[in-house]
């Protein structure tokens, strides 16, 4: 099925632990974004990137590491998880020229 | 930083009735967006409006934008039950020398449509 999708749905880490979401789209968008959602603070971006091999901070990209080899995938590292990472990950897609963002289902983590 | 602030935070109508929300923000944009997210899902894309428009509608949805006001809002009619869900704003610049859009997200409205 066409669409973008992320792995795992749910995942518990201890802290110190290292952790990658995963993030897939099967439409060749340009443009791919991580974001993290947190009650009282709506969605905060992480990273995004505007192709294979360009990738820039967002708003939160401290503890967070990302990497865009290929287009279609956008991978993102907590290299040490802290409990301040647990939270609802969301990564999102966008073709060139469009406004429109297109979320995955997202990833809950907990970091005990 | 947080761009967009909606308000109200939480609102419950009856099945029929109009529902309507305002977003806030503080700097510039390229446009603005409204996305919906039912519980435990991730956001979909309702409507974008552009700097340059003041009124938009598609389907039962109103948008307007203020850009002199540093505001939008959000018309809903004759809401469902289905119009249940959590409802955002996002404001969007230009970066990467205006390639892309940026979005920064409000901290939503939790819309409750009782039938």
């Known amino acids: 099925d066409a669409g973008i999708t992320q792995s795992p749905r749910y995942k518990i880490t201890e802290t110190g632990r290292q952790v990658t979401l995963m993030c897939h789209q099967t439409w060749s968008h340009s443009y791919m974004f991580w974001y993290r959602q947190d009650l009282g603070h709506g969605l905060r971006l992480i990273y995004y990137?505007?192709?294979?091999?360009?990738?820039d901070k967002g708003e939160v990209p401290d503890g967070y590491v990302v990497s865009r080899s290929k287009t279609e995938n956008f991978p993102l590292t907590l290299e040490s998880a802290t409990r301040s990472q647990t939270s609802v990950y969301f990564c999102a897609s966008k073709p060139s020229g469009s406004g429109e963002q297109y979320f995955g289902p997202g990833t809950r983590l907990t970091v005990t | 930083s947080q761009q967009g602030e909606e308000d109200p935070q939480a609102l419950s109508i009856q099945e029929g009735e109009n529902a309507t929300m305002n977003c806030s923000y503080k700097t510039s944009i390229n446009n603005l967006q409204w996305y919906r997210q039912n519980s435990g899902r991730g956001l979909v894309h309702l409507i974008l409006?552009?700097?340059?428009?003041r009124e938009k509608h598609s389907g039962r949805l109103r948008v307007t934008l203020d850009t002199s006001k540093k505001s939008s809002s959000l018309l809903i009619t004759a809401s469902r039950a289905a119009d249940t869900a959590s409802y955002f704003c996002?404001?969007?610049?230009?970066?990467?020398?205006?390639?892309?859009?940026?979005?920064?997200f409000g901290t939503g409205t939790l819309l409750a449509v009782q039938p």
């Open positions: 996002a404001t969007g610049t230009l970066v990467y020398g205006g390639a892309t859009n940026k979005l920064i």
């Open positions: 409006i552009r700097s340059n428009e």
């Open positions: 990137s505007a192709a294979a091999d360009i990738t």
